[in-house]
């Protein structure tokens, strides 16, 4: 889905596009490549608009927004690379959880977490990559309970309740679920695609145990 998301970025930095959106491409802090110049540029600009850090989920999304009024410049970096064909398949995700795709983070140890690791320390893997964590996540598409979001708001984060989180949700969201196209808790115009898995109830049976989880827990959200 993130995928979408900067191609939608790259999308606004063609002759035809919107914005001045720069993209940067570095690894191990030295600029290797560079994509997404608009014809005519040849180098970065003196000063942008907006410079962000990190060109995944969260930082490709902000950058496509930002660059829809085309007066505005965008400066994007990106610590890892570009992606790859393999990695725009789910099942293959757990391969890229060891490879330059990932910042292989450990997390600290914990009393009675990941006993059976070396040092009771798990792998707690982030994507590094144009996409960030999407790279390398399984495109699950899930928002979380209401009742953690509204933990969330009251331990401080105002307006992060689910009741206001979730017209962001919506808005986002271009569903096409076949059993759930009359549902008015999916978004239909947004610019995540969400949709069925194609083999669901054949080829990958456990995307059909996990769809049976999800109803059963019966909360409003997840229909
Ligand atoms: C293995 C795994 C599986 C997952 N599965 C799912 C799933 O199925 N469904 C789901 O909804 N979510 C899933 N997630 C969670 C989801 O992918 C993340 O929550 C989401 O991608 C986080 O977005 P973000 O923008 O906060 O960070 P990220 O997407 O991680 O992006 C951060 C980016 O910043 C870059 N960066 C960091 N520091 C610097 C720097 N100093 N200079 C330049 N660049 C920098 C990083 O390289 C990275 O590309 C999964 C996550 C993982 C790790």
Same mark, same amino acid.
């Given at each position: 889905? $993130?995928?979408?998301?900067?191609?939608?970025?790259?999308?606004?930095?063609?002759?035809?596009? /919107?914005?001045?959106?720069?993209?940067?491409?570095?690894?191990?802090?030295?600029?290797?490549?560079?994509?997404?110049?608009? *014809?005519?540029?040849?180098?970065? @600009?003196?000063?942008?608009?907006?410079?962000?850090?990190?060109?995944?989920?969260?930082?490709?999304?902000?950058?496509?927004?930002?660059?829809? &009024?085309?007066?505005?410049?965008? $400066?994007?970096?990106?610590?890892?690379? !570009?992606?790859?064909?393999?990695?725009?398949?789910?099942? @293959?995700?757990?391969?890229?959880?060891?490879?330059?795709?990932?910042?292989?983070? $450990?997390?600290? /140890?914990?009393?009675g977490v990941c006993l059976g690791m070396e040092n009771?320390?798990?792998?707690?893997?982030?994507?590094?990559?144009? !996409?960030?964590?999407?790279? *390398?996540?399984?495109?699950?598409?899930?928002?979380?309970?209401?009742?953690?979001? &509204?933990?969330?708001?009251? &331990?401080?984060?105002?307006?992060?309740?689910?009741?206001?989180?979730?017209?962001?949700?919506?808005?986002?969201? /271009?569903?096409? $679920?076949?059993?759930?196209?009359?549902?008015?808790?999916?978004?239909?115009?947004?610019?995540?695609?969400?949709?069925?898995?194609?083999?669901?109830?054949?080829? *990958?049976?456990h995307t059909s145990l996990f769809a049976d989880f999800?109803?059963?827990?019966?909360?409003?959200?997840?229909?």
């Amino acid at each position: 889905m $993130l995928m979408l998301t900067f191609l939608a970025l790259v999308g606004n930095t063609t002759p035809s596009g /919107r914005a001045s959106v720069v993209f940067y491409w570095c690894s191990d802090a030295k600029t290797i490549a560079s994509g997404g110049l608009r *014809i005519g540029l040849k180098g970065p @600009l003196a000063e942008y608009d907006f410079i962000i850090v990190g060109a995944g989920s969260a930082g490709s999304v902000l950058a496509s927004r930002l660059s829809e &009024d085309h007066k505005t410049t965008v $400066l994007v970096i990106e610590a890892g690379r !570009g992606e790859s064909l393999f990695t725009g398949v789910p099942i @293959l995700a757990p391969f890229f959880q060891q490879t330059h795709y990932t910042w292989p983070y $450990l997390m600290e /140890r914990q009393p009675g977490v990941c006993l059976g690791m070396e040092n009771q320390r798990c792998f707690w893997p982030r994507g590094r990559a144009v !996409g960030g964590s999407s790279v *390398i996540n399984y495109m699950i598409y899930t928002r979380g309970l209401p009742k953690d979001w &509204d933990q969330i708001a009251a &331990d401080g984060n105002y307006g992060w309740s689910y009741n206001e989180v979730l017209p962001y949700y919506t808005r986002s969201e /271009r569903a096409t $679920l076949r059993s759930l196209k009359d549902s008015r808790w999916h978004g239909r115009a947004g610019e995540l695609f969400v949709e069925d898995v194609p083999f669901r109830y054949s080829t *990958i049976p456990h995307t059909s145990l996990f769809a049976d989880f999800e109803n059963s827990r019966s909360s409003p959200n997840t229909k």
